[in-house]
């Protein structure tokens, strides 16, 4: 994780879901201000849920991972049990550490690509970029990118415009 993550607080964590899970804030990371803006638009538009890891995501048996925060459509509702979500999740979001990039840009994009997860987001701290990926008939394609000052809307939340700016500078703990 960059030097430059978002700071969870004390009041986050009482936002966070009563869904029986344990949640713990460890000096706050990147991941915190992604899941509040999606969650906070994700709620007021109805679209469905946001989850934020720990929580598994059982693509298969033999195919069970965690992504950073998750995006689970309402039609796909049913999906969420006691286990975690059972099959794909409508986002993946996986935040890029030097321990986990590797991982993230290749092994993680092809599970998800191979058990259908319709949109994955690889956030990296360090360029400062949110890159979308939307699924495709030949794999994974870049379907939109955030970075510097950009402001832009990324599938499948093609209604939330994000601001990337204002996104680094909250991570930084200057929002």
């Known amino acids: 994780m960059a030097d430059r993550a978002i700071l969870l607080t004390y009041r986050d964590y009482c936002e966070l879901p009563d869904d029986g899970r344990r949640y713990e804030i460890h000096d706050g990371e990147l991941v915190g201000a992604l899941y509040r803006i999606l969650h ?3 709620r007021s538009h109805g679209l469905g849920e ?4 720990p929580l598994d995501v059982i693509l298969s048996d033999i195919a069970i991972v ?3 925060v998750v ?5 796909r509702a049913g999906a969420v049990s006691s286990r975690g979500i059972e099959g794909a999740a409508t986002l993946a979001v996986e935040i890029l550490s030097p321990w986990t990039a590797a991982i993230d840009r290749q092994r993680k994009r092809q599970l998800y ?6 949109f994955y987001w690889i956030v990296d701290p360090d360029a400062r970029s949110v890159e979308a990926q939307a699924l495709g008939p030949q794999g994974y394609a870049q379907a939109g990118r955030l970075a510097g000052e950009e402001r832009a809307a ?11 700016a204002a996104l680094w500078r909250e991570a930084a703990g200057e929002g």
Request: a negative charge.
């Open 40 to 42: 906070a638009h994700v």
């Open 113 to 118: 690509a191979r058990y259908g997860v319709p």
């Open 66 to 68: 965690q992504p950073d």
């Open 50 to 53: 946001v989850f934020l890891s």
């Open 71 to 75: 995006y689970l459509e309402r039609s």
């Open 154 to 164: 990324l599938p499948p939340l093609g209604d939330l415009v994000l601001d990337a």
